[in-house]
Structure formats: C-alpha cells, structure tokens
C-alpha cells in the first residue's frame, strides 16, 4: 500500500486578526487595543498546522484570494505549512477579528468572521480537478470551515461525490446544512458542536442516542456538549473524555487543533484510545497560548497523559 496524504480543504479561509485589549470590553468606551498580531484561520488550515507540527505529513489546499495572497502565504510559510490553494483573481481572503480581553478578565474570546469571498463556477472546477488530480483511495481529506457565499449545498455535494468515488477516508467539520449534508453522505469523520448535535437529533431522540445513530453509519462522531465535557462514538459505544484542567487564555482554535490531532493520530494508526487523548492533550495545549493556532507538542504530550476516557 501507497503511504497514507492527508489533504485539508479549507474552502473560506481567513487570516486571523487577533486584537489583545488591556481591559474588558466595553460599549460606550473606547477600547484600548494593546497588541495585534496575526494568524491563520479558517478551520481546516488550522488542522494542517496541527499536523505539520506533530510530523504527519500533509498539503492545506482550498481557495485564496490574489489581492492579499502574499500576507496569507508568509502566514502559512511561518508556521511551515505545504499548501497548494486555488488562487482567485481579484478576492480578497478574508479576515477574521479574535478579541482577547486580558487573562484576569475573561478565558474565552469574542470572534468576529467575515462572510468571505465569491467564487465562480470555474475556480469551482479548478479546485475539484485538482483535488481528482492528487487524492488516492488510500488517502485521508478533511473539509472544514464555512462555504465561501456562493458555494451551494450542491457544490459542497459535487465535492462529497469526488471524494466517495476515489475511495478516500472523508473527515467533516462542517456546520448547518453542510454537516446534514456530511451525515447524509454518510462521510467517515465528524464534529458537531452541541449547537450542531441539536440540528441532527430527531424528536425525542437524547444528544447521547444522537450520537449513537449518527455511529452506526459514520465510524468517528466527537462532539463537545458544553459543561457535560466531550464524548465520542466509535464502533457502536459512546465513551466520555475527561480533558485535562488547565489554564485558559485563548479557547480561538481549540477545536481545530483537536481535528487536526486526531487526524494525525488516526495516520499514525494510533489507537482510538490513543488518537483521543492526543487530541485531547494538543487542544488543551492550544488554549493555554495566546493567538488562534499555537500549541507546544511537549506540553500535549504531558498533558495526555492526565485525559480521563470512559465508556458509557
Ligand atoms: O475555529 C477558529 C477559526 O478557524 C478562526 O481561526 C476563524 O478564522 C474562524 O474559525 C473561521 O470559522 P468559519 O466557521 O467562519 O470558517
């Protein structure tokens, strides 16, 4: 068998404009910005620098805008990500705005998202023959993040249909329809948040039969449900994840981080056990740090080892 590529297809991407305040956030205030930085963003970008980082080979491809293509690839050089994005003459990628009050305030951030930019049918075309140009059977793609304004449900079902002919493993971080969509092509990946979980659940159905339903056709179900902490569905169980208690600074990115390490795992061919707490151990990483992707591989790797996984 061929080595195992991983693919992330970032279909809106961003450049993440992080805003760090000297104090909280305020109306009728003018509100003191004391650093500002910048970052990727848009989900599945954020997955290929989680992976790049823990070894695992992989290419970010998606759609970029050529009017400021040159600051999103020094973004994506600097966090030593291979990419092969579908260029767009005259868009813009857009940015994304991530408040960050100080620590002593407030753990989570407030993030602002632009819609993002038009695509036309052709750039479409472009971006799926390439994709039917370098994925194989044996390979593993991750599609997450919003849809760019005019990329249908179809659009998003043409692409399901590319990937399921090739063969490849389908991992989804999708929302609203898209994910109904993931579901309904039966993909082999996905996280739903709660919000999400809520739209899939049938009535009188409980988020925890939910999540089973959705495992007898899609092999990976992990989904947060907010203060009842994180769960997963694999093989027809559910099990619960215990994360490690930590000092939070930013949560921005934490999801795509776990998405990407997970990913990684399963390249690895961890166990689901393994894959788990890896991925667990690397978004616990990210929300100590600052900006909207950073995570240190040593701290996860410790933190790992405190994740609590039990089978309900
Ligand atoms: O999950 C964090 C993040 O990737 C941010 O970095 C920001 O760019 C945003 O999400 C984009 O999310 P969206 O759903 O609009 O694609």
Do not use: W
Request: hydrophobic share 40%.
């Amino acid at each position: 068998m061929n080595e195992v590529s991983l693919y992330t297809i970032t279909l809106n991407p961003a450049i993440d404009r992080l805003l760090y305040l000297n104090e909280k956030l305020e109306r009728r205030k003018s509100n003191r910005i004391t650093e500002v930085s910048y970052d990727i963003g848009g989900k599945g970008t954020h997955a290929s620098y989680v992976m790049s980082k823990l070894g695992v080979k992989n290419l970010a491809l998606g759609f970029a805008g050529s009017r400021n293509i040159d600051k999103f690839k020094q973004i994506l050089s600097e966090k030593n990500m291979e990419h092969d994005f579908t260029i767009i003459d005259g868009r813009t990628t857009r940015e994304c705005y991530i408040m960050i009050e100080p620590e002593q305030v407030s753990a989570g951030s407030i993030m602002l998202t632009e819609k993002g930019f038009h695509v036309e049918e052709a750039d479409i075309k472009r971006l799926f023959e390439r994709i039917k140009a370098r994925v194989k059977a044996e390979d593993m793609v991750l599609i997450a993040g919003s849809l760019p304004t005019n990329f249908t449900i179809d659009n998003l079902r043409q692409l399901l249909r590319i990937l399921k002919e090739i063969g490849c493993f389908i991992a989804c971080d999708l929302s609203g329809e898209a994910i109904k969509l993931a579901v309904k092509m039966k993909v082999d990946f996905i996280k739903p948040n709660e919000f999400e979980l809520k739209q899939l659940k049938a009535s009188h159905e409980s988020l925890f039969d939910t999540v089973k339903r959705l495992n007898q056709d899609i092999d990976y179900v992990v989904t947060s449900l907010g203060e009842k902490g994180s769960y997963y569905g694999y093989d027809r169980k559910i099990y619960r994840v215990i994360p490690p208690k930590v000092k939070e600074v930013n949560d921005t990115g934490a999801g795509d981080c776990f998405v990407g390490a997970f990913l990684a795992g399963l390249a690895n061919q961890l166990s689901i056990e393994e894959i788990v707490k890896l991925a667990s151990g690397c978004a616990a990483s990210k929300v100590m740090n600052k900006d909207s992707s950073t995570f240190d591989v040593k701290t996860a790797m410790e933190l790992k080892q405190q994740v609590k996984i039990t089978q309900l």
